[in-house]
C-alpha cells in the first residue's frame, strides 16, 4: 500500500489501476484468478484457465471505471429482478468512470484476435468519438484495461495496444474474463450507469452536467461455457430488462422532459425478447440492432437546479426469467 495517501491521488488513472492487478503468481492473492504473461504484458486470467470468482468480477468492474467508482454485490427480490443477487455501483465522477473508462468502445482486432476493449488505457488512445468529443484523454506511462474474451490476446493484440497507447508492452496490464464466468458476468451488469450516460450523449444531452449516478442490475447465472451468445444474451438482458439507474444532474427542466421517454430501453422497436434472440435474428451483427435498446430498463433523473425528478421505464422479470433460464425452476 502506498505510504503516502497524497500521492495515489497524484497518479493518473491508468498509473493507479496498474497497481491493483498482480505482477505475479507470487503476488496473485485474488481467489479464482491467476497470472499470465504475453509479449511482456501482464494479464490477470479471471475466467479462461481459471474459474473466477466474485471477488474477481468486482476487481475487473473497479479496474474498468479507473477506480472512480464503488462496486458491490447485494441481496434483491427475485420476484422482481428474477434472481436474488445484483450488482449496484455508486460514482460522484460519473464521466470519467463511465464513458471515459467503462464504455467497451476499443475494438481490439487483428489478424488472429479479436475483443472489446474497455478500461483506462482508451484515455491513452483517445480516438473515439465520445472520448474526443468530451475531450477525455490522459498521459500515462501505464496502459490498463478489461477485456471481454475466452482466450488470450495474441502477440499482434499486445503490439497493437502498445502502438495506440504509446507504451512499452511491459507497461500493459490487462485483466480477462469471458461473459460466460462469475467474473465475467460481474463486471458486464457493473456497466448500469455507463449504458444510460452512453444513451444519453447519443441523445446529445449534456453528460458533464451529471454529477452523480448510482445503478444496480441483477447478476445472472453465468451462461454454459463457450456459449458466447448465451452469456452475452444474459448479460445484456439484466441491463435491458432489469437495470435501474439514478442520476442527479444540474440542468434545465426542459432539457430532461424532452427526452426522459427516449432513455430506457423499452423506447427501441427491439424490445421485449431475450437479446439472444433478438441478435440470431440480425444473424449475430451487433450494428444491426437497433442502438436505442442499449440502454437501462428503468432510469430516474433528479435536477439539483429545480427540485424535480423525472422517470421513465418499466422492469421485465419474464423476459429475465426466461433469458436466465429459470422459468422452469420458478414454477411459471
Not at 123 to 132: A, D, N
Not at 249 to 254: A, F, I, L, N, S
Request: aromatic share 6%; hydrophobic share 40%.
Amino acid at each position: 500500500m502506498n505510504a503516502n495517501p497524497n500521492e495515489s491521488q497524484m497518479l493518473s488513472i491508468n498509473s493507479r489501476a496498474a497497481r491493483w492487478i498482480p505482477r505475479s503468481p507470487s503476488d496473485n492473492a485474488i481467489r479464482g484468478t491467476c497470472v499470465a504473461s504475453v509479449e511482456g504484458a501482464t494479464l490477470l486470467d479471471a475466467g479462461i484457465n481459471r474459474p473466477g470468482s466474485l471477488a474477481a468480477g468486482l476487481l475487473l468492474a473497479k479496474i474498468c471505471m479507473g477506480g472512480e467508482a464503488d462496486v458491490s454485490i447485494t441481496p434483491c427480490d427475485p420476484g422482481t429482478f428474477a434472481v436474488e443477487n445484483g450488482v449496484f455501483v455508486h460514482t460522484d465522477n460519473p464521466l470519467i468512470s463511465c464513458l471515459g473508462c467503462q464504455y467497451a468502445g476499443w475494438p481490439i482486432q487483428t489478424d488472429d484476435f479479436f475483443a472489446m476493449g474497455s478500461g483506462p488505457m482508451r484515455l491513452l488512445r483517445g480516438k473515439e468519438p465520445v472520448l474526443t468529443e468530451l475531450g477525455l484523454t490522459e498521459p500515462s506511462e501505464h496502459a490498463v484495461g478489461v477485456l471481454e474474451s475466452d482466450k488470450y490476446p495474441s502477440a499482434s493484440a499486445i503490439a497493437l495496444i502498445a502502438k495506440d497507447c504509446g507504451v512499452s508492452p511491459d507497461k500493459i496490464s490487462l485483466a480477462i474474463a469471458p461473459s460466460t464466468s462469475i467474473a465475467g458476468s460481474v463486471q458486464v451488469v457493473a456497466r448500469s450507469i455507463e449504458t444510460a450516460m452512453h444513451k444519453l450523449h447519443e441523445l446529445e444531452f449534456d453528460v458533464t452536467s451529471i454529477i452523480s449516478a448510482t445503478g444496480f442490475a441483477p447478476l445472472p447465472p453465468p451462461a454454459k461455457p463457450g456459449d458466447m451468445v448465451a452469456g452475452i444474451g444474459r448479460t445484456n438482458d439484466a441491463m435491458l430488462y432489469g437495470a435501474r439507474v439514478t442520476l442527479w444532474v444540474e440542468c434545465d427542466d426542459e432539457e430532461v422532459a424532452e427526452l426522459i421517454a427516449e432513455v430506457p430501453s423499452c423506447s427501441s422497436s427491439d424490445y421485449g425478447r431475450p437479446f439472444a434472440q433478438i441478435f440470431k435474428d440480425y444473424e449475430y451483427d451487433f450494428y444491426k440492432v437497433d442502438p436505442l435498446l442499449f440502454s437501462p430498463a428503468m432510469v430516474t433523473i433528479h435536477n439539483l437546479c429545480s427540485g424535480r425528478t423525472f422517470s421513465a421505464g418499466k422492469l421485465d422479470v419474464d423476459v429475465l426469467r426466461t433469458s436466465f433460464g429459470l422459468r422452469a425452476s420458478l414454477g411459471s
